[in-house]
């Protein structure tokens, strides 16, 4: 059974659309800003968020007062190679750092979990980079497990 997500006061939760498409590119290039900071050339998320946003592909944004975005969560599905089921999977979950540490990623998660249930789907995956720590540590906390490691080598 799927539960509400709670927001603390001041925070709403509201669904994206088409026309929030530069506000998805932006958390997004933010997100790779804070983890690679040496990184200057980001134009390939613009083009990852247009080949992939889609009205299967939701999209969800906390604002804090009116016109204020802290933090977006953005959906699609995947397929387990193992067993070949879908199941929901988190492209992205990113909250400003002003507005950390207020249960606004636990409360997307929460949300990405939901959507899932109420696909049919059993599982939620999600990939994260191995020195984002702070990330690791919340998905641990909340239940999600290594299933499988993406490995890459320089050439």
Not at 22 to 47: K, M, V, W
Not at 73 to 89: E, F, P, R, T
Not at 119 to 128: D, N, Y
Request: net charge neutral; proline share 4%; hydrophobic share 40%.
């Amino acid at each position: 059974m799927a539960t509400v997500s709670i927001l603390p006061d001041g925070y709403r939760l509201r669904s994206g659309d088409r026309k929030d498409l530069y506000l998805l590119i932006d958390f997004l290039e933010n997100t790779y800003r804070e983890l690679f900071p040496g990184q200057s050339q980001l134009a390939h998320l613009t083009h990852t968020v247009k080949a992939y946003f889609s009205p299967e592909t939701p999209l969800w944004f906390v604002d804090k007062e009116i016109d204020r975005t802290v933090a977006c969560l953005w959906m699609g599905k995947a397929v387990d190679q193992s067993n070949g089921a879908q199941y929901g999977h988190i492209f992205l979950v990113y909250v400003k750092p002003s507005d950390r540490h207020q249960g606004l990623a636990t409360a997307l998660l929460n949300e990405a979990k939901m959507w899932s249930e109420s696909k049919g789907q059993t599982q939620l995956g999600l990939q994260v980079f191995i020195a984002n720590q702070p990330a690791l540590n919340l998905y641990e906390k909340l239940g999600f497990q290594t299933q499988s490691v993406l490995m890459v080598k320089r050439l």
